[in-house]
């Protein structure tokens, strides 16, 4: 059984606390409203975004290598762009063994009908390679 203790309060206190607390400026359902406004508009953001950047313009990934000699490879890189028609440039760089650049080549690739396309080319290199790889590639 529990005690509860009531106590009245006179008019002059209540009137003493209602000019010490006065109501908030904005009302609680303001306050809400703008709140879910402000998540809807921060999770549209978001989506929009993952969904833009999720789909870069041009990228691309070796898809093959073989080393010719001390000083040359051959790489095989496949392209993959958003809009064909746009030329691009690729940067391919070739490493040692102890992950020293040892080769780099700025590659053109030209705008096609096919959204993907494969790139064969030569690399020399300063010594021999042991991988390579496509640092990047940007729209010309």
Known sequence: MHNTL???VSPEVAERLRRRYPPPLVPRAVKVVLIAVGVAIAMAWLIWTA???STPAVSAQVAAYTV???TTIAVTFTVDRRDPSRPVSC???AQSADFQTVGEQQVP???TEAKVV???IDLTTLRQ???ASVKGCTLR
């Open 6 to 8: 009531v106590t009245a």
């Open 51 to 53: 969904t833009v950047q």
């Open 68 to 70: 010719k000699s001390s």
């Open 91 to 93: 940067q391919v760089i």
């Open 109 to 111: 690739v030209e705008a």
């Open 118 to 120: 494969d790139v064969d």
């Open 129 to 131: 390679a042991t991988s």
